[in-house]
């Protein structure tokens, strides 16, 4: 079955930068777009980034845009989340997510997510 391990979250002070991984297994990576969300605890999970399953199209919130980038590497099944200038409203568990279907990018749903990682920025 499928499986994301996301890891690399913690604190952080506002301004730093953290990268986060997320391991994939169980299906062929390279055919599915990834994508990465957000959520306060409290509030609806939000779309954070996605990416194409190639790597070469990417899509991001405007909230995060110019300071998150999001890539991959095919050959280790790893998706990665770079987060810099990071603000205490970046504060949430992030969580990878893979969609049901391959080969659409960007999928209209993602069916498969990870237990999440905490990320804090302190002010």
Do not use: H
């Not at 391990?5 to 990576?29: H, I, K």
């Not at 969300?37 to 070469?56: C, P, T």
Request: charged letters at 20%; a positive charge; proline letters at 3%.
């Amino acid at each position: 079955q499928v499986q994301l391990v996301e890891s690399g979250g913690g604190l952080v002070q506002a301004g730093g930068s953290l990268r986060l991984s997320c391991a994939a297994s169980g299906r062929t990576f390279s055919i599915y777009s990834m994508g990465w969300f957000r959520q306060v605890q409290g509030k609806a999970r939000e779309f954070v980034a996605g990416i194409s399953r190639s790597g070469d199209s990417t899509y991001y919130a405007d909230s995060v845009k110019g300071r998150f980038t999001i890539s991959r590497d095919n050959a280790k099944n790893t998706v990665y989340l770079q987060m810099n200038s990071l603000k205490p409203e970046d504060t949430a568990v992030y969580y990878c997510a893979q969609p049901g279907v391959a080969r659409i990018f960007p999928p209209s749903k993602y069916d498969y997510w990870g237990r999440g990682t905490q990320v804090t920025v302190s002010s």
